[in-house]
């Protein structure tokens, strides 16, 4: 029967690569829905009412996944890692329930108001749901966050002997919760979010306006897809750079915090000074894909580039290799081409931004077809992205789950045996994997069903300048 | 810095925080219990009703409302992994399959109502309609066996107490749930949420002295836990709510009849925590004094609890106000 050590933590990597799919959709979405709210509000402008309706069900569906997905998160400290739990509970189960009375309270409540209220409540109480909401999916970050970068860099805790446990107290909240590495964590993983879903946006707008403006198709609403394309060119310019800029200096503070992580993403075996950084590398054989190491590798690298980004600007710096470190290395193949992948992808979306903004600015933005193929194929991009970033994250900091206090493998509940984990671990493949079945579909839907159409809007607005198509309609 | 403002010194006020962190645990599952038990219980309505206006209906009364309902569970956890840690650990592993019963149960109830409404062909709502009806009537079916089994201190998963109370929980949330329905859609559903009600009611009763009559024989000192002073009070309080809850569905006093149910609801919950007390987890015969977090995080939980608290009781006055009143015909889900 499998080990339920190992069954444990592909449940948990399972159920968390599946569930942060949705806030990353609703934390992304929450700036655009508070700033079409608002337009919609103070303008009476047709197209944000469009809009704030079309994206508004998107976030709908998104938050309504994003909870019963994540409850199971809260509940698998304590089923699967019960040990854990125990030792850490005092500094980590803090966070989580404030989580859920500050943060989780706040966008579900409103979220009743913002999703189904229009009709019932006045302008200024719905502007306060749409923020409420907003606010909601970003402090919950907030916590989450708190949460996971004590365990990455834990700090104002002692270690504590009780009835024969090791237990971690609490000794300095300020030190603990106010963790250097959750800035950087939170604004890498806020900008995400934006950026991702600016991608899904702009690669959504773009089928449509290609559709239009290339092919020449009749297409519904299609001002409404063209201001969804400039709407998320425009937010994509602000957090492509961003993403990449402060990217760059959450990977030096992780070098300097956690450098056997840092290793691993440079596959540095022995500690070595002047360490290049392969921007491209290219494996040779199936080893170099399974076992990467850095200096056997083929690739194009920059002379000193990692010892630089590490340093912050001394080519020489020198980068401890993981053959120094007493435990065993994180899985380096993952972690090694996870990181590569996303910071590839993250200068892909910087091209694509400047791209699209050197378009517009010629005034060709709707005509370069090339342009909205490669803003289709980027849809996902951003998504894929994020989950390579928290991959990195969290096999990086592997073996511990508790940075050198707690290993994952002892974190495991103690009485668990490999049946239940097995029985729990098929289920969760087979539900999440329908769940992301059952999301994919009904997103693709709401797409396909397009913006609500000029004679159900609340607005007055002359500028819908399309009457409504059946050619284009939703097949039921 | 080792201290913050003599946090870590003593209990806050030199309040009896283990004490107040216990019943407010318990609070706050009887919360849940309540808010989302009227949820579950239209969802096992739901079952009953064929015609599609009535049950898209029960999905409208229940739409803005069910997922910030839902997040009282979570706070649950939340408020156990921070004040009980060891509990949170031994117990929720301990029910290892019954925890993912309950969420597997939520998964599917969560989904439903959102599915239901995507495509309006039969057979896709045949389908997101047995979801919705089975986790609304499956999630406090397990809920209750897990607050049965955590209560005996059972070891195992399929335990006589944990039928019996799991199905005195369905039965209570039919109980809200009529009286719910009857709030916000009598007008167009059939005459018989009284009934549902009344019977429910009934069953309710039964399944409690039946768990009574159980607690008293797996109970080490069970007879005298339950002729406590307290225990009997609230059994016959809830006897008279029971009653009144009945007389209110007969009017047509729904909001009366869903106080009613709101009160067993907690008494339920309440009669468990002081059978309970003052252990935490019967299973490991852990006390509420011993597994109580250390004093400086308890007093940070509480300054946080103290604050946020109200402000969450502010945003659900702030959406049933909102939304009160029946569903408007126009407001479909």
Known sequence: MIDPVIASRLQFALTTIVHIIFPVMSMGLAPFLVYFTWKDIRSGDAIYEQLRRFWTKIFAISFVVGTVTGIVLEFEFGTNFAAFSTAAGELFGGPLAVEGMMAFMLEATFLGVFVFGRDRVGDKLYMISAVAVGLGTWLSAVWILIANSWMQTPRGYELVTEGGQTVVHLVDPI??????????????????????????????????????????YHIQNVS???????????????????????GDMYGRHVAETQPQKFAAMEAVWDTESYVPEYIVAVP?????????????????????????????GDPSAEIRGLNSFDTEAPPVAIVFWAF?????????????????????????????????KALMASTLGGILATELGWIVTEVGRQPWVIQGIMKTSDGVSPGLTGTEAAITLGGFALV??????????VVARIIRGGPPGSDDLRSTGEDVPETPDPGVAVDD | MTDVAGLADGPLFGLPLPELWFVLMFAILGTFLFLDGFDFGAGAIFAVLDDDHEREAVLSAIGPFWDGNEVWLVVFGGALFASFPAVYADLFSRHYLLMFAILGALIIRGLAPEMYEQRHDEQWHRWWGRSFVAGSVLAPFFLGAFTGNWLVGSERTVTLVAVVVGLTVVSLTVVSGSAFLGLKADAYLPDVLDQYGVRAVVGYLAGVVATLALLAVELPDGVDALLSVPVVALVVVSIGLA???????????????LAASG????????VVAIVMYPLVDPASGATVSETIVSTLPLNLMSIGAAILLPLVVTYFVVLYTAFRGPVEPEEAY
């Open chain 1, 432 to 441: 999440y994997g329908t769940i992301l079945v059952l999301y994919t579909y």
């Open chain 1, 224 to 246: 409404f897809w063209e201001a969804t394309l400039k709407i998320a060119l425009v937010a994509l310019l602000i957090t492509a750079p961003l993403q990449v800029l402060h």
């Open chain 1, 340 to 372: 590569r992948a996303m910071v590839g992808l993250g200068f892909w979306f910087i091209l694509l931004a400047f791209w699209g903004g050197y378009r517009w600015y010629t005034g060709e933005l709707f005509e370069d077809g090339l342009l909205h």
């Open chain 1, 284 to 312: 040779t054989s199936l080893e170099d894909v399974t076992d990467p190491r850095a200096k056997d590798l083929f690739g194009i690298g920059i002379p000193g580039g990692a010892s630089w980004l590490a340093s912050g």
């Open chain 1, 175 to 216: 030190a603990a919760y106010a963790n250097p590495r959750f800035a950087y964590m939170f604004v890498h993983m806020q900008n995400a979010a934006v950026e991702s879903v600016a991608l899904f946006m702009a690669g959504v707008a773009a089928y449509y306006v290609f559709r239009h403006h290339v092919w020449g």
């Open chain 2, 243 to 257: 009653v009144a809850y009945g007389l209110a569905m007969r009017r047509g006093a729904y909001l009366g009849a």
């Open chain 2, 263 to 270: 009160g067993l609801t907690y008494g339920l919950v309440a």
